[in-house]
């Protein structure tokens, strides 16, 4: 669907495990008519590891309910 404002933090959010601190990055963005913006950025950490409660694929992990 159309993220509209969202879609560069939703990108970022699902390259994060692949970024590295010290990674360049340059964003583009276009908008209605002819607006646009970009900017070049340094990747400022490395993505700490997400929890999983010693389950290995949470989204197919049975519940017990």
Do not use: M, Q
């Amino acid at each position: 669907g159309n993220t509209t404002a969202a879609t560069i933090p939703l990108c970022l959010h699902e390259w994060e495990h692949e970024l590295r601190k010290g990674d360049r990055i340059v964003i583009a963005a276009f908008g209605g008519g002819f607006t646009w913006g970009a900017t070049y950025l340094r990747w400022a950490y490395n993505a700490a590891p997400v929890p999983t409660n010693g389950v290995e694929n949470s989204e197919t992990a049975e519940l017990d309910v």
